[in-house]
């Protein structure tokens, strides 16, 4: 049973244009919610996270929400950049320390 | 730092036959993590080991599936014997002094079982 769900599998978006991607999760005993960014031939690297405290968190050109009465999280790129199009995974931390991954959303930012 | 080293990038194997995927964690780090990465489920967490020692294999999808980290720089995870169903990509991840600590993953190795 997927705890950690990315229901899109693929987003394509305009260069400069926001890029929204979009993740639900089931378990609201969650405490922290992070997105990885993955290329190809490459591994995940870690881009942001944010706490089950808090619902808005920014870096740069990134920003995590969380709705926690939804148990719902989105990350959104603004502007979006060629360099952006990668495989995006979001994933929850359980109270065990465990992370839990979604199916992962392919971006595509078209210059 | 070299990263998270595993190796070999690329493994084809027939139906029945004993694979071995290899990893180096990064120097240091005391926790390490198998994730295997398919198209419908995405990253699953196989087994993850503190200071060596295995502490939750609960991820591991049958007896066929072994993991073993003999000492702090090298893990090994092997599957025998391989059906085509095990075809994916295999990650290794390390981090450094607990599980809450970032995870820094390895470049994967696509195994394809045929």
């Known amino acids: 049973d997927q705890q950690v769900k990315q229901n899109s599998p693929s987003l394509s978006v305009q260069e400069g244009r926001i890029s929204i991607l979009n993740c639900d999760y089931t378990?609201?005993?969650?405490?922290?919610f992070l997105w990885y960014k993955k290329y190809p031939a490459e591994g995940p690297t870690f881009l942001i996270s944010?706490?089950?405290?808090?619902d808005k968190n920014e870096d740069g050109r990134f920003t995590v929400f969380l709705n926690k009465s939804a148990k719902h999280l989105s990350l959104h790129i603004v502007p979006s950049q060629p360099g952006d199009s990668a495989v995006y995974f979001c994933?929850?931390?359980?109270?065990?320390?465990?992370?839990?991954f979604g199916q992962g959303t392919t971006l595509q930012v078209k210059p | 730092d070299a990263g998270v080293i595993q190796s070999p990038r690329h493994e084809v194997t027939e139906m029945g036959q004993e694979v071995t995927l290899r990893c180096k964690p990064i120097?240091?780090?005391?926790?390490l993590f198998w994730y295997r990465q398919t198209m419908m489920r995405g990253l699953e967490l196989l087994i993850y080991?503190?200071?060596?020692?295995?502490?939750?294999d609960s991820g591991m999808p049958e007896d066929r599936f072994s993991a073993k980290m003999p000492n702090a720089s090298f893990s090994t995870l092997k599957i025998q014997p391989s059906e085509p169903r095990d075809s994916a990509v295999y990650f290794c991840?390390?981090?450094?002094?607990?599980?809450?600590?970032?995870?820094?993953f390895g470049p994967g190795t696509r195994l394809t079982v045929l």
């Open positions: 991840a390390s981090s450094l002094g607990t599980t809450r600590d970032t995870q820094y």
């Open positions: 378990n609201s005993m969650f405490d922290y």
């Open positions: 944010i706490s089950s405290i808090k």
């Open positions: 994933a929850a931390r359980s109270n065990t320390g465990k992370l839990i």
């Open positions: 120097s240091g780090h005391d926790y």
């Open positions: 080991f503190n200071n060596n020692v295995p502490i939750d």
